[in-house]
């Protein structure tokens, strides 16, 4: 099959659409033929060694890529409960050691998948498990409760733009950072208040929610900037640990780490059916230019994910 790996680091002419062996499913695991496969940031972090340079992935003769997928199961292994052949599934891998999503076929844990949504496309769909795990779960770590206040930065990408929905729907109000020309996108995904990206984040957030806000989900590693937009005692989720700021002003400083939890994802799922959350794509592309989709990315403007089609 063909499969997104890297045998050296570097930038995106490392890439390589090698053949490998069809994988094959052990207990507890189905086989899915990919339909699509979303690019995330941390495809480009593991291309350029910096997980590897981390402590986060061990060295290997090669690397594969690709964290999310959308596709049919077409194989099922002993001890199966959930999934059958020709399922349509969404899933995360979230062991960077095993068979990358961004190849023609991948193998996961059985619980690390959901059924697809069914009124968006696979390549839509194929967007929600990674974004839409680490916004629900950046979001129930603030602890906020109806009512009270959450600072999203990056809110015009693809976490960010969860993260709005997400908030919307328990009552929490959000001030939404993003650019200027994001303003009426962000507004549309739910943001109650919106702050132009500026040098002074924390005077311009304070002057829309005084005091400062209750939480701070850093979406877009704002770092300390995002931080200074924070009431004493808040609370502050980074999703990028050497940008987490140090815990001022008796603040709880967390990171979020996402893991590959099937169960949530079948219910992120279901938000997308009804209607009430927003997995964006920016492009698609052939698996063949995988390169073209990193360059891109690390262009940055994007909003919504590029998707890989095998």
Known sequence: MRAVIVRRFGGPQVLEVAELPEPRPGRGQVRIRVAAAAVNRIDLSTRSGALTEAGLLAPAPAVALGWDVAGVIDEVGPGVRRGA???????????????????EWVV?????????PSSVSAAQASALPLAGLTADRALSLTGLVAGQNLLVTGAAGGVGGLLLELAALR???????AGEADEKTVRGLGADE???????LGAAVREVAPGGVDAVVDAGVAGIAAHEALRGGGTFVALVAPFAPPPLR???????????DGARLTELAALVDAGRLTPRVAGTLP???????HERMSAGGLRGRLVLVP
């Open 85 to 103: 052949d020709g399922d349509a599934v969404i899933g995360l891998r979230d062991v960077l050691s095993a068979g990358g999503a961004q190849a």
């Open 194 to 200: 919106f702050v132009a990206r500026t040098d002074r």
């Open 108 to 116: 996961l844990d059985a619980a690390a998948t959901a059924p697809a």
């Open 250 to 260: 008796a603040t709880r400083v967390l990171v979020q780490e996402v893991f590959a």
């Open 171 to 177: 009552g929490i109000r959000t001030v939404a950072v």
């Open 287 to 293: 698996l063949e230019e995988v390169a073209g989709a």
